[in-house]
Structures are given as C-alpha cells and as structure tokens.
C-alpha cells in the first residue's frame, strides 16, 4: 500500500446576525426534511453523488453504498445530529410516509428521483458542521447544492449556533467557487492521508 494526502481546506461561515434568505428550488423538485424513514434515500443520494467524485478516493466509504448507508447511519447516531440542518431533495411523485425500497442504481422509487442530500451537526465546540454536500451529476447545474446549503446554515441559524464550517477537498473548484460566492471564506488547509494500493 502506498500513502497518497489529500490537500483539504476548511472553510467557515459566521451565521450571527447574516441573511440566509429562504431558498427556491426549480419546478418539480422539492425539499424532504429529515425523517428516519428516509435515512436509506439519504445514503442513495449520497452515493449517487459521490461514486465517480474525487471524494471517493479521500474517503472510500463514499464509492459504494454500504459505505454510504453506514456513514448516514452513524451521522443520524451523533449527539450533535440536527434534522433541521439535515435535507433531502426529490423530484417526481408525492413521497408516502412508508418509506419503500428503492433502486440504488436509478435512485428512484415509486417514480420519485432522490437527488441531493445534506446532513448537519452541532459540533463538540457548539458550531454547525456540514457533514456531506452532494448532488447527483444528472441534476446538477440547477443551483439544487446551493440551495441544500442555503437549508442547512437556516437549520443552523435556528439553533443560535454562532458560525458553521465544512472541508472540501481543493480539487473541487466549481464546490469552492460555491461556498466563497454563499460567504465561506477559507480557514484552514489540512491533509488527508488515505492508503492507496500500488498500480
């Protein structure tokens, strides 16, 4: 195995006092809150997201949706989980409250397309985390990741957390380009270290 590190930065947000304006979605497509019943739509969306993304390779959990259906897992455990910084995006049908299987591969079920996913928590400091921010490549373009973060910083905003932060990883541009446009501002540079295996 060889050690291959990631150039991450952190970037942070101060949320005292700022706007963050209720966001509009485009026609069709609508926001779930969260509810333990769509924890498996979270985990679909994630992978979907992520799969073919540079992030699979910083954190492997995220190429394959076991790993992705246990990292919502263990993000709903947290003790700092929030479901009001915690969103889903769907588009198609009017969801049931039952929660049905659906197909990883298409990410649809019963004629509702799960894509976009946002997950927060309160941090040991008291401070909001953006856990994963990600939108599936058929649906991006739209301004559906801003508009995830835009309910995440509302979420954060409504339990009088002081500031939030996330860490994207530099390759990301158009992510970066993102966040410095909604206001984060770059804090901080850290490395990931992550085994590869020799080619």
Known sequence: MNLTFFKRFRMEIGLTGRYIPEPVLPAGYRFLPWSPTLLERHAEAKYRSFRAEIDANVFPCLG???????????????????????????????????????KVSTGTTGGIEYCGTIQGIRDSRGVGAVQNLGVTP??????????????????????????????????????????????????RTVYKAVEVAYT
């Open 64 to 102: 394959e949706y076991a790993g992705c259906l246990r990292l919502m897992e263990e993000i709903a455990r947290k003790q700092g989980f929030l479901p009001e910084a915690t969103w889903l995006i769907a588009k198609g049908e009017t969801l049931t409250a039952k929660g049905e299987a659906g």
């Open 138 to 187: 058929e649906h991006r373009g739209l301004g559906l990741g801003a508009c995830l973060l835009l309910k995440a910083l509302r979420g954060f905003q409504a339990e009088d957390l002081p500031r939030a932060f996330l860490e994207v990883t530099a390759q990301n541009e158009a992510a970066i380009r993102l966040y410095e446009e909604m206001g984060f501002r770059r804090a």
